[in-house]
């Protein structure tokens, strides 16, 4: 058949599954058996891969769930589908690849295709038990699957969507978080108001100090010793600037410093003036500068032809008379006594080496007579080897010129030695007598040397003489200035007499000056006070401590009235500040408050808005409970009966759903059983036993699979009757036999007893031209003929006459 969803599906090291395997299912109705652990649910969560790209059980109980699906050992696992045209639409199907944390490839179905297929035609093994418990399930304000399939089936989603838009029309804080140009007009509205209230705040602070700033300037004129009239007059201002722009008191203050400043240096000169000699005493100074000047000239004329010849002889020899003449005569003199002693002593060193060269002589030429006695007894031959030792003084023989090692390994002068020992011991006597000869005589070219030198030392006879002279001259002057010490000691004391005198007499006429010029200055300084000046015999201090304390009172009465100038122009410019703050903040309050008149009438047409809305939120809610009422009391409990009973038609209580509610974000569905005879029971999990509580959850999961369109028209289980006995499997046969000849759904079923698998296959085969039912076999060799899938066609009975 080709007219089925799901056609077929390759499986490759999937799970339970190693290697290779496609399976057909182009088959209305596709059987599969195989003992635990053969594969069946692999084969089932592998066609759920495919199909939506994940595996919804296995990620409910473990997110990380991808790593243990690729079989043992192997790093990844892939999975392939085959479906209609009409399932894939304009999708292209890949081949899914699974391993480790990812999941690649494009899965069979779009989204809700997916979502319709895991949550209403697919029942895997595990989910069957908890069925009803996740029906249920809801995480946070999201409506649980149970109430999503309700919605679906009634068709509420608009009304549900209108419900939801409104739904944060009850309260203005969450209309204003979905509403932008709400909450900017609230927030502006709210600015508005703040704006107004501190404008007006600030108008009355401004007004307050105004006020202030007036009450300063009226005491600060006051002051200068103008009167204020009333604020509300508007030349007021006018005349105030005007006086103030005409202000003198800084120049007067400015002079009023300037003469003081001036009479404290002039105070300064007038205490100096008291610390030097009284002019008083000018006429005793001139008498004195007399008296000295004729004592000096009597000493002139006494003693001054005597000083001319000393000084004309000292230049004579030489002394300038610039400086220290006594001390530069000492020294001269001193210097030639040294070289006169220098010269005697050098006379007697030269006598001395003089006998000494005559002895050094006579023993020379007693060394020599000895020297030519001993050579005449040493022989020629120890005279030879003698005087070839002196001039041997490496290993070269002076003789041949030859290396005398390269015939002895002794060193020639060892050699010579030897041989002069062996030959007579008198060589050692001549040795040492041409030693202490030559000693002589170097000795004697010693002193001769310095006899020499010490001869080059000596003065000439004109030198000498001329050195006595000197020593005669210097020693006759160094006297004579010695007598005449105490007249010059007198004339210099003379003279210091005159220039102290000389020098008081300049002072004190000095003082007369400048106590003149004082005099003057402080008549300037009174007449610069408009004071009468001081009289001519007034002291100085006594005048200049009257015109101070004058110019003292000038400076402070100036300096009261410039701070109060100040104060009055720093008063007015904060005033005139104030009086401009004032005009701009009414202004500024005028505005604010037409401001928030608009945005209040926004903000008032804001929420006129959310209570319409509010009213058709409410009317919503209330057209939404109703309709849920009805549909449930009268088709989706009638359905769920329906299946029900006919799976378990010996069961007392049959489920059903309570009366739903509706909370502010989603639908409340309960369950709950009816007994038989009209009694409202528990929720079916306590009222069933474990088999019918499976038997509820299928015949619910069967319901709402049929309450809507199929957007997969197939039904997958995975051993959907664990639990049930003969009659329910029966039962569970008949309706699957329904729905696929009757509703024309696609069955896949996965069992694992053999004799149910039979049992079913035998319930469920072909009973018409074109019907197919395919087995598969879980488990059997790969090898094998037909590799544990079988197609059973419809084949007509025989024993049937047509």
């Not at 895997?124 to 418990?133: C, F, N, P, Y």
């Not at 069955?747 to 079913?760: G, P, T």
Request: hydrophobic share 40%.
């Amino acid at each position: 058949m080709t007219d089925v969803p799901l056609r077929s599906i390759s499986i490759n090291d999937f799970r339970r599954l190693e290697g290779t395997r496609v399976l057909p299912l182009d088959a209305p109705i596709v059987l599969l058996h195989g003992h635990n652990g053969a594969g069946k649910t692999s084969v089932l969560s592998a066609l759920e891969l495919a199909l939506t790209g994940e595996i919804r059980s296995m990620r409910r109980h473990d997110p990380r769930y991808t790593a243990h699906l690729p079989f043992h050992g192997r790093e990844f696992a892939t999975v392939s589908v085959e479906v209609s045209d009409q399932l894939s639409g304009d999708r292209t199907p890949e081949r899914m690849t699974v391993g480790g944390s990812r999941i690649e490839g494009v899965h069979a179905l779009d989204a809700n295709a997916a979502q319709f297929y895991s949550e209403r035609c697919y029942l895997d093994q595990v989910s069957l038990g908890q069925l009803l418990d996740l029906y249920q399930y809801r995480e946070g304000k999201e409506e649980s699957a149970l109430a999503r399939f309700v919605n679906e089936l009634l068709g509420l989603e608009q009304l549900d969507a209108l419900r939801l838009g409104l739904s944060d029309a009850n309260d203005l804080r969450r209309l204003k978080r979905l509403s932008e140009p709400l909450a900017s007009a609230d927030k502006d509205a709210q600015r508005a108001a703040t704006d107004l209230s501190q404008a007006t705040a600030d108008l009355k602070s401004a007004r307050s100090e105004l006020a202030s700033s007036w009450d300063r300037l009226t005491e600060a004129m006051g002051a200068i010793g103008y009167s204020l009239p009333d604020l509300d007059d508007p030349s007021t201002i006018q005349e105030v600037t005007q006086l103030l722009r005409t202000n003198r008191a800084t120049d007067d203050h400015s002079l009023a410093v300037s003469i003081r400043r001036s009479l404290t240096a002039l105070g300064g000169r007038i205490d100096g003036l008291l610390t030097r000699p009284a002019a008083l005493r000018l006429e005793e100074a001139i008498a004195s500068v007399a008296n000295a000047s004729v004592d000096q000239q009597f000493w002139l004329d006494e003693h001054g032809s005597a000083i001319d010849a000393l000084h004309a002889d000292t230049v004579g020899l030489g002394i300038p008379l610039s400086g220290d003449a006594a001390m530069m005569i000492a020294d001269a003199l001193q210097r030639i006594d040294r070289r006169i002693a220098r010269q005697d002593a050098l006379v007697v060193e030269m006598k001395q080496l003089e006998n000494q060269l005559a002895g050094r002589r006579i023993s020379l030429l007693e060394l020599q007579g000895q020297f030519a006695e001993a050579q005449e007894q040493a022989g020629s031959m120890v005279e030879g080897l003698a005087a070839l030792r002196e001039h041997s003084t490496d290993d070269i023989c002076p003789v041949c010129d030859r290396e005398f090692g390269e015939v002895s390994s002794t060193h020639l002068t060892s050699h010579i030695d030897r041989k002069i020992t062996a030959l007579t011991t008198q060589g050692n006597q001549l040795r040492q007598f041409r030693e202490q000869r030559d000693a002589a005589t170097a000795a004697l070219q010693r002193d001769a040397q310095t006899l020499e030198q010490i001869q080059g030392h000596l003065l000439a006879d004109d030198q000498l003489e001329e050195a006595r002279s000197q020593q005669t001259a210097f020693a006759s002057l160094q006297r004579r200035m010695q007598v005449i010490q105490p007249a010059i000691d007198h004339l210099t004391e003379l003279r210091s007499r005159l220039r102290d005198a000389e020098a008081q007499l300049g002072e004190l006429e000095a003082v007369a000056r400048d106590t003149q010029e004082v005099r003057a200055e402080l008549q300037n300084f009174a007449r610069d006070l408009n004071v009468d000046g001081p009289s001519p015999d007034q002291p100085l201090q006594d005048a200049w401590r009257k015109l101070a304390e004058i110019a003292d009172e000038r400076v402070v009465r100036a300096e009261t009235l410039t701070a109060a100038y100040a104060t009055a122009n720093e008063t007015l410019d904060q005033m005139l500040r104030c009086n401009t703050r004032v005009e701009d903040l009414k202004g500024a309050v005028a505005q604010a408050a037409e401001h928030k008149s608009v945005w209040d009438a926004r903000i008032a047409e804001a929420k006129r808005r959310q209570s319409v809305a509010r009213v058709v939120h409410d009317a919503a809610a209330q057209a939404r409970t109703e309709i849920v009422h009805r549909v449930f009391t009268e088709s989706l409990n009638e359905v769920w009966r329906s299946v029900f009973t006919r799976l378990a038609p010996h069961e007392y209580f049959v489920p059903t759903f309570g009366i739903p509610t509706s909370s502010k974000s989603a639908l409340e569905l309960t369950l709950e059983t009816v007994h038989t005879s009209g009694k409202t029971g528990g929720s079916p999990q306590m009222m069933l036993s474990a088999g019918n509580l499976n038997t509820a959850a299928l015949s619910l999961f069967i319901a709402l699979h049929l309450a809507v369109e199929p957007l997969v028209p197939c039904l997958v289980f995975d051993d959907p009757v664990q639990s049930m006995d003969e009659v329910h499997i029966a039962q569970f046969a008949g309706l699957m036999r329904v729905l696929s000849k009757q509703h024309k759904r696609q069955i896949v079923i996965a069992v694992h007893e053999r004799e149910l698998f039979e049992y079913l296959a035998l319930e469920l085969s072909p009973a018409f031209e074109g019907d197919e039912l395919i087995t598969i076999e879980l488990g059997t060799q790969l090898d094998a003929e037909d590799g544990g899938v079988k197609r059973i066609t419809w084949i007509p009975d025989s024993a049937i006459a047509v």
